[in-house]
């Protein structure tokens, strides 16, 4: 049974454990089912004459702390496990959803105004002043060898950046700048910024001196979105350019609400110059031209299409991805090899995709075929197609890597990506299975497996010259998805692998904590889920559903859903946060029961409700 035994473990991380091939036994895995209802009412309900809402178990039994009576009064042993079991996982699932994805990354709980940057003193002239000739083209050149593949396809002639760059210092000859001008500076200043995210120590220092880093790094990014604040008033592709290129940073990290503000009329350009749909007779001079313009804004458009789900919030109402299903469940028919065994040795058998963004728009199009899962249950048809799907993607992606002609850090780069989002691909499908079909033992095996491959890809990346790439802000976001797992697991399951695993997590990111990732955002991470291995002693093997530590945590996710209903916009500085802070939520449990005192539990529930609250509203300094 789930519950039968608790208790800590003090093994130490390593991450030796990913040169093997070690899975976790059977007694190891987790089972899980789906939620049940039941056609008539509980037994309980019925006896007391009240309304059931045939849950299993039902509202009614779960507030009075009745829900073994409601289970085992109607059915069997193993069923009230399966289906304790099943309500567990269904609270993981909203709980990754509202609190890791919402609330940790995508900024949910930032206030809803977006002041000028300006306004908070943050630009430092000294630091922009850094940037002389001789640097700009260094760490343009910096781009064009290490980075090029993040911004090589949106332009038809990267050539034409370092004649950009001369014409850049030319002096001028009148007074202030023309509008083609701010244009360019702004796409240069978006290369620079990026250039600057990803740049080691010793590179920074051989530029900078012993100027603050971090310092310098956030004055390029204020100084690139002041650019971008005063041309964006104007319908220009380059706009959209400068925004993708800084979405290759921790840009939505760091900043979040303007992200989604800037991601919004990103999407307003885009469709008033019809990105997706340029029309040849628009270049009338030359069809070659309109290819490569027309390949450009392909690539541009599925990249749009790319962060555009990745980042989508219930902050940001508008999206462009739900217009457009998912281009392999389109394919899948027409040209899915029978022989799936032969498929690498006969690529004549399918179309072999041609751009790295293409790839990366199909990898998250598979993401939100399974997404869509989440609260409800998949056949295993479905399961079966998703998994032919990622099978064929994998082949295409093979294919890809097997055709980039060189060991550059830009072909590295793309290798290492495209590996890290195949095995997590198929990691999310495991875990989708692993929630409706836990009968397959092996099923939480194959998870482990995956998470172990995807900490081994990233591992491997401790070398200074490609320690990088670990800073593409979407492999922070899948570490901590992994780590929420197994630090959730751990505190309902006694299996040493999956606790292993949740520690080699927690120390990947405390050791790139500083170097490689966005600190702040990383020690949020580690803060939630150390959470679940603090809540593991408030865990009651009898009455589990009514435990502290499940209540507590029911209750985080609720406070997130009250953030997401209350939508009145605070933009009064007066108005005050739209979340209740602490001396709001004790005043309110005090009105409420008047003069009688607060029970050891209520007063943890208060205490840890204040501390989730406190823990994903840290952001002061920008929004």
Known sequence: MLYSAFFFFNDTATTEIYTGEDTLSLHDALPICSV?????????????????????????????????????????????????????????????????????????????????????????????????????????????????????????????????????????????????????????????????????????????GDEDLEKIYKCFLYYTLELIKNILHIPDVRIIQAFLILSNTDFRYRYPMYYHHLFCTVQHISSTINLNNIKPFSFENSFLSYKLIKDSCDKMWFQLLYWDYLTESIKRPINLHYNFKSLVLQEQQDVFPKNIENVENNPELYKVEETFELLLWKFVSLDRDMEQYVNKKASMKSIDAIEKEIILLDTKRKIYIKNLSSNSKNDLFQKFMLNLLINFTFWKLYKLTLVYYYDDLTIFDQICHYSKKILKVIVLQNNDDVQFFKKYPMVLCIVVHIGVFHAFLSLLNDSKENYQLYLDVKELLKTNMTRVWNYEKTNISIKLMERFVKLKGLVDAKNILSSPAIKILKQDVDIIKHAEENKIPNILSTVGSIIPRKNILLSRKEQEREDEELSINEILLINEENYILELLTPFKDFI
Request: charged letters at 25%; aromatic letters at 14%.
């Open 36 to 208: 049940l209802t039941r056609k008539t009412s509980c037994p309980v309900c019925s006896k007391k004459r009240i309304k059931c809402d045939r849950l299993v178990p039902c509202t009614n039994c779960l507030n009075k702390g009745l829900e073994n009576e409601c289970l085992t009064s109607t059915f069997s042993r193993s069923t009230v496990e399966s289906t304790i079991e099943s309500h567990i996982l269904s609270l993981y699932q909203n709980w990754d959803h509202w609190i890791v994805k919402e609330a940790c990354f995508n900024g949910m709980l930032c206030m809803m105004h977006v002041p000028f940057i300006n306004e908070n003193n943050l630009l430092d002239d000294s630091l922009i002043r850094l940037v002389d000739e001789d640097n700009s083209f260094k760490i343009l050149d910096f781009a064009m060898s290490n980075l090029g593949f993040m911004f090589f396809g949106y332009f038809a002639d990267i050539t034409e950046f370092y004649l950009l760059l001369e014409k850049y210092w030319e002096p001028k000859k009148y007074h202030g700048l023309s509008l083609d001008d701010m244009f360019t500076e702004t796409l240069l200043w978006s290369i620079f910024s990026m250039s600057v995210y990803y740049m080691n120590q010793r590179e920074l220092e051989n530029l900078f």
